[in-house]
């Protein structure tokens, strides 16, 4: 478990050990080679061992916590298939659950938390592998990146896909493959994303009406925002603030 001081900068290093990392409070900003991943409470970010990056703690500080495994464990995961090879990064959803679920075992350590870590650990990774960031062959255009950054400015209330495409330039269709190819979902599988990664910080920051939550982020009703939670996360809404709410 560790503190990072506010406006801290960790220039280029790289650590010789793998890691799983659950931010719990404040917010950083994870730079590698060829992207960075803004780290926010409820993010997972894995890290494959010397992989170098630079790190850049926002003014609210950052509290975190480090899961390192060693090289032992790391050859027995990828020889059950799972695919950690290059950095990872997930907001909310099952994932944090079950990091914040490991994070209570390290906290109450008894006579089976090492079989209950194990597992937990190897669902995380499993939850991981299943999802990495877009490989440098990938890198989307200017013209794409664009759209994205208006879906994440306007996600409650998104333009239609004829009007984004008019935006950036580009034929609706072309956009949609595109977006798909490089992002790996269409573009309103994206925006649910969005809205549900935003339900996830309002969550497990505040005691807001789950009726409150669901008009922020975009929903027309309650019920369709938990169906859509649920999907998604496999928890309810209630659930996930249960479990992931910071005592």
Do not use: N
Not at 35 to 42: D, G, H, I, K, Y
Not at 73 to 84: C, Q
Not at 161 to 172: E, I, N, S, Y
């Amino acid at each position: 478990e560790t503190i990072y001081s506010p406006d801290l900068t960790l220039p280029q290093h790289s650590h010789e050990l793998a890691c799983f990392c659950l931010v719990l409070g404040g917010s950083y900003e994870e730079a590698f080679e060829r992207t960075a991943v803004l780290c926010r409470p409820s993010t997972v970010l894995f890290r494959p061992p010397e992989e170098a990056h630079t790190d850049r703690i926002s003014r609210a500080g950052g509290h975190c916590f480090l899961i390192e495994p060693d090289s032992t464990w790391m050859t027995r995961v990828s020889e059950l298939s799972a695919r950690l090879d290059r950095p990872t990064s997930l907001e909310g959803g099952r994932a944090a659950c079950l990091a914040m679920q490991l994070y209570r075992e390290f906290q109450q350590i008894d006579d089976v938390s090492s079989l209950a870590i194990e597992g937990l650990a190897l669902a995380i990774a499993a939850a991981m592998s299943r999802r990495t960031l877009p490989a440098a062959a990938r890198i989307p255009p200017p013209w794409l990146e664009r759209a994205r950054e208006i879906l994440h400015a306007g996600f409650t209330a998104p333009p239609t896909l004829a009007r984004l495409a008019d935006t950036v330039g580009v034929h609706p269709v072309y956009l949609a493959s595109a977006f798909h190819k490089h992002y790996g979902r269409t573009i309103g599988d994206y925006v649910r994303r969005l809205r549900i990664e935003f339900a996830c910080r309002e969550l497990s920051s505040s005691e807001a009406p789950l009726a409150a939550v669901a008009l922020a982020a975009g929903f027309s009703s309650q019920a369709h925002f938990s169906t859509t939670f649920k999907r998604l996360t496999d928890l309810t809404p209630a659930e996930y603030r249960r479990t992931f709410r910071v005592p």
